[in-house]
């Protein structure tokens, strides 16, 4: 048998059943009918290669950087270069030894798992805002991440 200390759970009980009690009321569900979609969800067109990456980004690196408040996530991997684009986030942004993070922890157990790859780029706020500029040639948009999860219908949350 386990020993709990119950003293602990009298402190704890009210704010429990409060949060339970405010969803109940909500309205809302308790369990989502569509599954939920983050940067790291392998979708049917992902190749092997994304996937892997993909794999590796939630389960070895994401907690390791979420233990120090930041956070990473998967923006795009091009084939032909074999970089792998990622945007930091939370503590990470503006963190002097993010450089140092991305390229000795990120890059080096990516290129170690994956031959494909061949570094790692961050991209930055900056990039985003260049990102949303309209295309000035001819050529067709590609579509981003969350604009490719919105037309399929499937919800987004980071």
């Not at 308790?30 to 993909?54: G, R």
């Not at 091009?78 to 792998?84: A, F, N």
């Not at 990516?110 to 061949?118: A, C, G, R, S």
């Not at 579509?143 to 987004?156: C, D, H, N, V």
């Amino acid at each position: 048998s386990i020993y709990l200390d119950q003293s602990h759970w009298q402190h704890i009980r009210p704010q429990v059943f409060s949060t339970i009690m405010d969803h109940y009321a909500s309205g809302k569900p308790a369990l989502s009918s569509v599954a939920e979609v983050t940067d790291t969800t392998i979708f049917e067109d992902d190749d092997e290669v994304v996937a892997m990456i993909k794999e590796l980004l939630e389960t070895r690196i994401r907690p390791a950087v979420q233990e120090d408040g930041g956070d990473i996530r998967y923006t795009g991997f091009d084939p032909e270069s074999g970089l792998v684009s990622v945007k930091l986030a939370g503590s990470c942004v503006g963190c002097p030894s993010s450089s140092v993070t991305l390229k000795n922890g990120v890059e080096n157990m990516l290129m170690h798992y994956i031959p494909e790859v061949t570094g790692v780029n961050a991209e930055s706020e900056e990039d985003d805002e260049e990102d949303e500029q309209p295309p000035t040639t001819n050529e067709p948009k590609v579509k981003s991440y969350e604009e490719r999860l919105a037309a399929a219908g499937i919800p987004f949350s980071d």
